[in-house]
């Protein structure tokens, strides 16, 4: 029902920043909540950012507060994320998540759809 796909993923060093962008197609009229969730080999899906569709109240956890910026361009049904002052820990394949209700966004069981992903490596 809604397809979506991620780019502006790549190499940084630490301390630099990054913008992703998550651009959604397909039938999008019931959407209520995008996120942003990350996972390196061998390591469990991590919740990075969420972001309501039509209020925009957004949801981060501590590990990227104050660091990360999620947004959106309602025109081109698109959701951002903004990495800033990046480490190298945070290396992984970063996907962005739609979910139909809005409901449990900082577990990826929340969300209905998901993209392909896009690495972002930091280095050292």
């Known amino acids: 029902q809604v397809q979506l796909v991620e780019s502006g993923g790549g190499l940084v060093q630490a301390g630099g920043s990054l913008r992703l962008s998550c651009a959604a197609s397909?039938?999008?009229?019931?959407?209520?909540?995008m996120g942003w969730f990350r996972q390196a080999p061998g390591k469990e899906r991590e919740f990075v950012a969420a972001?309501?569709?039509?209020?925009?109240?957004?949801y981060y956890p501590d590990s990227v507060k104050g660091r990360f910026t999620i947004s959106r361009h309602n025109a081109k049904n698109t959701v951002y994320l903004q990495m800033n002052s990046l480490e190298p820990e945070e290396t992984a394949v970063y996907y962005c998540?739609?979910?139909?209700?809005?409901?449990?966004?900082?577990?990826?069981?929340?969300?209905?759809?998901w993209g392909q992903g896009t690495q972002v490596t930091v280095s050292s």
């Open positions: 998540a739609h979910s139909e209700r809005g409901g449990r966004l900082r577990v990826g069981t929340g969300y209905d759809n």
């Open positions: 397909g039938r999008t009229l019931r959407s209520s909540a």
């Open positions: 972001i309501s569709w039509g209020g925009g109240s957004t």
